[in-house]
């Protein structure tokens, strides 16, 4: 039964490497999210999606990009990844117009070496 | 979006209602109030929200108080399994994407 699938539960990286995320979800939601999640922070807002191909930066979109060209996939990309990306990344969607819960994936654990 | 309070950590007996608290004094008439949870090494997990009226589900009670300054998610029957950090989390209804601020949250320990 899941509806929010993350490519990879853990991954390891090297410094300025280029690393991509992906997530797909089955529910046809228009909208979907990227967070990272890091101790006493809580979870802080990267991008997120509301049509295929339109994103909007969210509170720490630096050193980040994304890609939506299809309506399920919503990838994150890390230009040239850093030590201080290291983190958990969730993604996330939820229906358009209304003021229903989001739907999270269960996360990627990168850590950049 | 409207700021939330909650305390860092709370216990329950296992089998007993778990109580956990929210302060939203800040919150604007449009606003809800959503509650999600996250267990250990997963991604949240939407519980249940409301606007004014109180809500129940399969999962939880939420209960908002008449000014709408604070409300209370209730776990009926507390189990281990519900051990997790619980999130308060005020937004508008919006019709593009809802950009949710998770703060962090009340750590709540089921106690066997």
């Known amino acids: 039964d899941v509806k929010v699938t993350q490519s990879s539960r853990y991954l390891v990286k090297r410094t300025g490497e280029k690393v991509f995320l992906e997530c797909v979800q089955d529910?046809?939601?228009?909208?979907m999210f990227w967070y990272r999640q890091d101790p006493g922070l809580g979870l802080r807002l990267i991008y997120f999606?509301?049509?295929?191909?339109?994103?909007e930066k969210g509170d720490i979109p630096e050193g980040y990009s994304v890609s939506r060209e299809k309506k399920e996939r919503f990838s994150l990309i890390l230009e040239s990844a850093s030590t201080n990306q290291t983190s958990m990344y969730l993604c996330?969607?939820?229906?358009?117009?209304?003021?229903?819960?989001?739907?999270f994936g269960s996360g990627t654990r990168l850590t950049v070496v | 979006d409207a700021k939330t309070t909650q305390p860092p950590s709370m216990d329950c007996a296992e089998g007993r209602a778990a109580n956990l608290p929210c302060n939203h004094s800040?919150?604007?008439?449009?606003?809800?109030v959503y509650w999600y949870r996250q267990i250990h090494s997963q991604g949240p997990q939407y519980i249940i929200h409301?606007?004014?009226n109180n809500e129940t589900n399969e999962m939880a009670s939420l209960i908002i108080t008449e000014d709408r300054k604070s409300s209370t998610l209730i776990l009926p029957h507390a189990t281990l399994r519900d051990t997790a950090v619980y999130y308060c989390?005020?937004?508008?209804?919006?019709?593009?994407?809802?950009?949710?601020?998770f703060g962090t949250g009340t750590r709540l320990t089921v106690i066997p």
């Open positions: 999606s509301y049509d295929v191909k339109m994103k």
């Open positions: 989390i005020v937004t508008m209804y919006q019709t593009g994407a809802n950009n949710l601020f």
């Open positions: 529910m046809d939601h228009e909208n």
């Open positions: 800040t919150i604007s008439g449009n606003e809800y």
């Open positions: 996330a969607s939820s229906v358009a117009g209304g003021p229903g819960g989001y739907t």
């Open positions: 409301g606007l004014k």
